[in-house]
């Protein structure tokens, strides 16, 4: 449609023109984000970032409850009566 508006060359270009532009769009953003992607991989495998929940190394060596089932919820419950 374009080639009928426009002629042979000036279509081929624009299709050109238009098609590189998304490409490289496209091209860039894949870069950045997988650039970020390795500096987030790099950050946290050297120890940095966010501890999201739960407890660190420092708070299990001061007696912090565990995983293993230490401190947390202390009883109580459904009195079996419902």
Request: overall charge neutral.
């Amino acid at each position: 449609m374009l080639r009928a508006m426009l002629g042979r060359f000036p279509a081929a270009v624009l299709m050109g023109v238009a098609l590189g532009g998304l490409a490289w769009l496209l091209v860039a953003s894949m870069l950045i984000a997988g650039l970020a992607g390795l500096l987030a991989f790099v950050i946290v495998l050297l120890g940095g970032g966010a501890r999201f929940g739960g407890y660190g190394e420092a708070d299990l060596e001061a007696g912090a409850p565990s995983a293993a089932g230490e401190g947390g919820f202390g009883g109580g419950g459904a009195s079996g009566r419902w």
